[in-house]
């Protein structure tokens, strides 16, 4: 799941030693990066197109690594940047996107280059997502 690397009871080995990572307080901006560009051994760049599913209106993080509380901290989705790679054969073009959240409105945009459409969003885990910023529900 999300963030279960830190919540303090997950181990994290490395040679003799074990490690545990808590969140003591979170942020009220999570920016969560998804890896789409690997290099190979090769030294080529590998993409991967793996669709991440989610919803934009909460994302659910245990408020206490321990188990202790069970109320959750709710984030809400404020922006997706996207990345769109067509591949020919020559070359491999990519180009950025965002899905932006009006705050007036609650309406969602898709910007890319000097394109702006309103977009439902129910079609935003469609696309590649590349970064994602959420802010904590108060």
Request: with cysteine; hydrophobic share 40%; charged share 15%.
């Amino acid at each position: 799941t999300l963030l279960e690397k830190f919540n303090g009871g997950t181990f994290t080995y490395k040679q003799n030693d074990a490690f545990a990572f808590s969140v003591p307080k979170y942020p009220k901006i999570l920016i969560l990066h998804i890896n789409r560009f690997v290099k190979n051994n090769l030294a080529a760049i590998e993409h991967n197109p793996t669709i991440v599913q989610f919803s934009p209106s909460s994302l659910s993080v245990p408020s206490d690594p321990h188990g202790m509380i069970d109320a959750p901290i709710n984030y809400t989705l404020l922006a997706n940047i996207y990345c769109s790679v067509s591949d020919d054969q020559e070359r491999t073009a990519k180009s950025f996107g965002i899905h932006l959240k009006c705050p007036a409105t609650g309406n969602w945009f898709d910007i890319e280059n000097l394109l702006v459409r309103e977009i439902q969003p129910q079609m935003l885990f469609l696309s590649e997502s590349y970064i994602q910023i959420w802010q904590l529900q108060e």
